[in-house]
């Protein structure tokens, strides 16, 4: 669609993303905009390097070193890894189950737009009186006195952002439950699906607790009221509890999808089915579950108590067991596969002892009173930058690479990919593994200097070396799509030649409409079974060629989320107290909002349906599905 | 979908809130949100107990002086009893009698305006002994649990009345059955949070 859209003109193409309700289209959204705050949440990392390539150094202020660690930490979580991975999940989920598109495209648009401009509004603070300086974590304690605004743009830029996110996770669960193909049954589902309708569990039951706190903050610093003031009653602990709650899952909405990735990765590249597919399932579906027993590990040195520790310290060890489970039937895929070292595949492969490093060390902390020892140094970055770059942000750029034929019908190069793939993952552990060390040599996370006669000089300086490495990678990424965009090279239905699923069996980029006619799953890898079956087509059809149903575009999406926008603002000038405009403004948006929402409900929206005439000119023209 | 097609009481599904497509993924996805709501709720209780009685030292305000249980009793029985009219409500939805849908809706968004003109009552009552919002960790504590709630009762009764004037004319069909089943399974979910608002905030309150 997109050379389509282009023929169009620049502003028919830009009304047409900002109105559209494909769910292709969507990914796009979700894969520009978080690729942009991928790219600022990585020159915010490099700035903290650079503060910290030698001792004593002046770079950053002290101030700034914490508004730039804070915005790096809430960038790259909830703008950058998550709206990726939804990126993924929107282009790709629905078409492994054979759906036209998401249970409701509408609500996909607005979950879309209430990230952009939740995710807008954080970033804002730069430029309006300095950003959140909290940390990601934005501990009440600290929260509550820190001057300005920056706490606010923090409280009211993530309960946007993820109202978008709660919408977008409600949206996967049903068109999971109820869009799939007939034949589509629970255990035939390819693993990112598996993984997206876990993760999008987590998402549901995670992020109200995130956004019951943040109102408390906001209601505090706004109304007065009293939740964190400890003269008044209050407990800052009740953050902690509600910000882990929600925090810990989000551990496990990025990393489950990213195990779903791999998952796909390693069955098409080795040529085999995955090992132990039931297990795979049965093991996401446990830590899913276990990643709400979990919460309070982040919180042993609170002081919840001897019995509180040793409950969170078992439960947090259990998922140890799972985790691995899948490890080894990722080994086990491999073993024996006729494996092709393609992009994807080699950072499949190099997430593995990346993760599992990432792993032992969070078993590591899990025994409470060695966490007494680790706690708020050095090796806590080091371990969670192991789960989160060795695991997510591999998965990631895995996932660029598989998928990028199929988002936007042109390959990325292999050649640039590797060297991208090798400086990415050289530069990876000369940042991380060396901040383990510093971390038992006692360097503490999250402040903005150290001195000479601390002897932590030259393992930062090989830290901040990595770093350099990592982002030559990214570079080489960004001029590998501007090339491989100009060159637009077309290709087929399967590129990789290897596909298993029924992503594959369609045209690159799809139609609009998806599968013109729905297909009919025989078995798990379906695409795989009906190649060696020797069907051309890739696929068998349930039903006839016949007209389909669309969901027309909207603009209100659009304008639902710029009311909220505009509302965040009156409401964080209103906490000034000495400014006539802010209610005003509170109204204005807050009636935007609901008056679209009211629009919306009021004016029937009944779609439009493609004619079959339309559809078998298409299917003729090799514009639709079937292999050429 | 024909928005115009005719059904009489005969050609009506048995459960037009889940008989097409959209239908069923409302309905899924409704109740899921509700899931997400039930959460939401639970880390307000939460935090609710865990503030309980918390103020500035010295503090004279506590639940067992504070609250009243008549004027509650009284909120509790016409919501519960507006959660009935409602079940009614869609025992005629689903029975294709438009006119008896709407009367009983009618009766049920009555019932929930005079909940909440209590409700309204009762916190300015509390806010006229000196228990304002910003009076401790208490006050924030209880008026953001219940007045969460009574936040959700308003929007459901603009939600009800929003489709009954939208629908009026026009009656019942295949498009705005699910939309009247989902405001009436709204309006359950809120009931059972406020028998849950009564017991841990008011009977526990009172007891002590």
Known sequence: MSSIAQKKGFGAAMWDYLTTVDHKKIAHLYLASGGIFFLIGGIEAMLIRIQLMKAGNDFLSAGTYNEVLTMHGTTMIFLAAMPILLAFMNAIMPLQIGARDVAFPFLNSLGFWLFFFGGVFLNLSWFLGGAPDAGWTNYASLAIASEGHGIDFYALGLTISGFGTLISGINFLVTIINMRAPGMTYMRMPLFTWTTFVASALILL???????????????????????????????????????????????????PAFGIFSEIFAIFSRKRLFGYTALVFATILIGFYGFMVWAHHMFTVGLGPTANAVFALATMIIAVPTGVKIFNWLLTIWGGSISFTTPMMYAIGFIP?????????????????????????????????????????????????????????????????????????????????????????????????????????????????????????????????????????????????GRTLEWAIASPPPFYNFAQTPLVRGLDTFWIEKMEGNKEGMVYAEPLEEIHMPNGSFVPVVMSFGLFVASFGALYNMDGDKGWTIPVIIIGLVITFGSMLFRSLKDDLGFHISKEELLRDVKGGKSDGLK | MDLNKKYTPQSWPDHPETATMEGKNKFVGFWLLLAAETVTFASLFATYLALKDKGPSGMEFAASNLFELPLVFAMTMILLTSSLTSVYAMYHMKNHNFKAMQA????????????????????????????????????????????????HVLFGLSWFIALMVRNSKRGLNMYNAPKFYLVSLYWHFIDVVWVFIFTVVYLMGVIG
């Open chain 2, 104 to 151: 009983w809706l009618g009766i049920t968004v009555l019932l929930g305006a005079a909940f909440l003109g209590l409700e309204i009552y009762e916190f300015n009552h509390y806010v006229h002994l000196g228990f304002g919002y910003t009076h401790s960790a208490f006050s924030a504590a209880f008026y953001t649990l219940v007045g969460t709630h009574g936040a």
């Open chain 1, 354 to 498: 990346s993760f599992v490093a990432g792993g032992v060390t969070g078993v590591m902390q899990a025994i409470a009173p060695l966490d007494y020892q680790l706690h708020d140094s050095y090796f806590i970055v080091a371990h969670f930058h192991y789960v989160i770059v060795g695991g997510v942000v591999l998965a990631i750029l895995a996932a660029t690479h598989l998928y990028w034929p199929k988002m936007f019908g042109t390959m990325l190069s292999e050649k640039l990919g590797k060297v991208t793939f090798w400086l990415f993952f050289i530069g990876f552990h000369l940042t991380f593994f060396i901040q383990h060390f510093l971390g038992l040599m006692g360097m503490p996370r999250r402040v903005y200097t150290f001195g000479a006669d601390q002897g932590w000089d030259l393992f930062n300086a090989i830290s901040s070396v990595g770093a350099l490495f990592m982002a030559l990678g990214v570079i080489i990424l960004l001029v590998n799509i501007v090339m491989t965009s100009i060159k637009n090279e077309r290709v087929s239905n399967d590129p990789w030649g290897d």
């Open chain 1, 206 to 256: 995670a992020f109200p607790p995130l956004t019951v706190g943040v109102f408390f903050m906001v209601f505090d610093r706004m109304f007065g009221a009293n939740f964190f003031d400890v003269t008044m009653g209050g407990n800052t602990i009740i953050w902690e509890h509600l910000f882990w709650i929600f925090g810990h899952p989000e551990v496990y909405i990025l990393i489950l």
